[in-house]
C-alpha cells in the first residue's frame, strides 16, 4: 500500500467498516439489487465508453484532500442532470466522506435523476464494499490498483462480477500496469496526479498507453482542463476520459464540459 494520503484515507474507511457492523443480509440483498438490475436492463460502463469519439465521465464530487471545498452549494443530482444533458457518457460520484465530503447516498439519488451508467468512486478494499454498491445502486466501481495486493484485486474482481458490477481499474502513471492488464480488467484508467505533490503530469498518461492492450478500454483520469487535453490523449489511445475538478469547479459546469467534447478549431 502506498504512503501518504493513500494510507490515510483506507485507514479512516477501515475504521469507518469496523464502527458500522454490516447488515445480516447483506448478501441476499446485493443479490436481489444485481438480479433487479439485470431486469430493468443493464446500464453498461464499457458500453458507453466504447462510442465514437471521446467519451467523458463526468465527475460529481464535492472536495478533495488537496484543494478543498469545490464547489457550494453542491447539489450531485443537479450536476449529474446538467452532465448528461452536456453530453456526458457516464457519471462518476464520489462517496468518500471524510477526506472527500462524498455520501453513498448520491449514488441511488443520481442513478435515478440520469439514463447514464454511475460508477461509484470510493476506496474499495473489502468484499462487503462491493455489495453495498451494488444494493446502492451502482452500475460500476473504481478499484485502485495501488492499494490492493493481486489476491485481493483478483477478490474484488471476481466479486464485482458476481453481482453485476462493471469496474474501472486504476493505476497511477508512474506504477507498472502489467498487474492490472494480468488481472483481466477491460476498463484501466491512468491517473495523472502525484499523490505526494497533487500535481499532474498528461505526457506521463500519455506515454502509458502503449502499455496497455487496445482490446482493453483505456481511461485518462485527472489534470484535463481542455479540448486540446483531450484530443492530445485521444490521439495517444485513450478512449474516454474522468474529469473532475475542472467541470465542478467551473461556474456552468455544462458549458464546461460541451468545451472539452469540442471539435478541432472550436477551442
Known sequence: ???????????????????TPPRDDLELVAGEAALARRREGRRSLAAALAQVGPAVIAECKHASPSAGLLRE???PVALARTYEAAGAAAISVVTE?????????????????VSLPVLRKDFIVTRRQVLESAILGADAILLIQRILDP???????MAAREFGLEVLLEIFADEDPEPAVASGASIIGVNARDLETFTTDLA?????????????????????RSAADVRRLHRAGYGAFLVGEHL?????PGAALRGLLAPAGDD
Do not use: Q
Open 204 to 224: 506521463a498518461v500519455e506515454a502509458k498507453a502503449a502499455a496497455i492492450p487496445a482490446d482493453r478500454l483505456r481511461v485518462a483520469e485527472s489534470g484535463i
Open 97 to 113: 466522506p471524510d477526506f472527500f465530503r462524498g455520501d453513498p447516498a448520491w449514488i441511488g439519488r443520481i442513478r435515478r435523476a
Open 73 to 75: 452549494p453542491f447539489d
Open 248 to 252: 465542478v469547479r467551473s461556474p456552468d
Open 1 to 19: 500500500m502506498a504512503d501518504g494520503i493513500l494510507e490515510r484515507i483506507v485507514a479512516s474507511v477501515l475504521r469507518r467498516l469496523e464502527e
Open 151 to 157: 489476491p485481493a484485486l483478483e477478490d474484488l474482481l
